[in-house]
């Protein structure tokens, strides 16, 4: 097996999540050689990261002359770069693979001495695909709270009272901001943020992309609820999709809402271990053309579709909310152990659209749905 070297800090940096699975704020660098796995870090974080993988040989900068390096009067930051430079030449690293953001400047200080490094998107990727046991537990719990956090929003929608161009919700206007910070209240409780862009649009909003929403809501218009919160613990991420309408449906919704149904349970129907996801695009793709509705897959070369079912049929989820497999156009091959979403949806400019996005966890002989909500428009 080729060496490996990742760098920088569990918080943003998804790749060293998934390898040191603790929430350490400050870089770092891992290193796999020799069949073993190292971690160079401070010296706070040693006795943190034994107790979570017991399978590291842990390195504090002090083994690679960090004091003296303080003490010369050198600047941190050009500290930790010799740090890591002289604890790759100690691991005996001399050619390594590493991420696509592997840091510029730490690069180029190892290659001076040098170690040849080889970015491979592909490599990482692939590891994050394999979710390990806590990764998936996360996630589960990550879906639990999306599914409580639309159950609130559909009950807030429920009670809402048509008056005029208006939902009323005890007697004040229902607004976008209002079901956010409902949504973002219950899924705190439950262990799992769902952030500050989380989409809760309605009307024409509900048209445009990952338009977050804003304002009052009205009868008989889409609302749709687009959530991804992140586990506490594990950092993990959930991903569900839900549309509704208070008052009468229009027929044109109910037309999409139908569509999309069938395009969602086509797709579910096809999940399994070596399907392409080129092929459960193509199978969500079909209700919509039958009814003469534009798809990425019949759009002119070039053409910019803003209509009809004009996006892929969902991506991986994990550490990172949009991570790979691709489920669209590009190629790609489900595993055993993908967790993916499947999210096709129908819109018209002007007037808005449905999405319907369920999370899925592939099994060695199909799928597992991981979201637990009803379909129906009608809150």
């Known amino acids: 097996m080729p060496d ?12 060293l999540r998934h390898e040191v699975p603790l929430a350490v704020p400050d870089p770092f660098l891992y290193a796999e050689t020799d069949g073993e796995r190292h971690v160079v870090v401070s010296s706070l974080e040693v006795s943190r990261i034994a107790e979570v993988d017991g399978g590291l040989r842990l390195h504090p900068f002090e083994e690679f002359g960090y004091d003296d390096l303080v003490l010369s009067g050198l600047e941190r930051g050009e500290v930790i770069l010799q740090v890591m430079a002289r604890a790759c030449e100690s691991l005996g690293v001399e050619r390594a693979l590493v991420p696509a953001d592997f840091p510029v400047e730490l690069a180029d200080r190892v290659r001076a001495s040098g170690v040849v490094l080889d970015p491979d998107r592909h490599e990482f990727e692939a590891r994050r695909r394999v979710k390990s046991p806590a990764e998936l537990a996360g996630i589960r719990r990550a879906q639990a709270a999306a599914d409580a956090g639309m159950r609130v929003a559909a009950e807030m929608l429920r009670q809402g009272e048509p008056n005029g161009d208006r939902v009323l919700l005890d007697g004040e206007p229902l607004t976008c901001e209002r079901l956010k910070a409902a949504i973002r209240d219950v899924t705190a409780r439950l262990g799992a943020s769902a952030g500050d862009e989380l989409i809760v649009a309605h009307g024409a909003q509900t048209a445009v992309g990952h338009e977050m929403g804003s304002g009052p809501i009205a009868p008989g218009e889409p609302v749709i609820i687009d959530l991804w919160p992140r586990d506490g613990e594990s950092a993990c991420f959930a991903d569900m999709t839900r549309t509704f309408v208070v008052g009468e449906v229009p027929a044109e919704l109910r037309e999409y809402h139908e569509l999309t149904r069938d395009a969602l349970r086509r797709a579910l129907d096809a999940v399994r271990p070596g399907v392409e996801g080129r092929e459960l695009f193509g199978l969500s793709c079909e209700p919509y053309e039958r009814a003469g509705l534009p798809t990425q897959r019949t759009k002119t070369p070039g053409q910019v579709l803003e209509e009809g079912f004009y996006h892929s049929l969902g991506h991986g989820v994990g550490l990172q909310v949009h991570e790979a497999p691709p489920l669209g156009r590009a190629p790609g091959v489900l595993m055993a152990g993908d967790v993916i979403t499947l999210e096709p949806g ?34």
Do not use: K, N
């Not at 490996?4 to 790749?15: F, K, Q």
């Not at 996005?357 to 809150?379: I, K, M, Q, R």
């Open 4 to 15: 490996v070297l990742i760098c920088g800090d569990t918080i943003r940096h998804a790749e």
């Open 346 to 379: 129908c819109y018209r400019l002007g007037f808005g659209g449905c999405r319907l996005e369920d999370l899925v966890l592939v099994t060695d002989d199909g799928a597992e749905v991981l979201t637990d909500f009803p379909y129906e428009l009608e809150p």
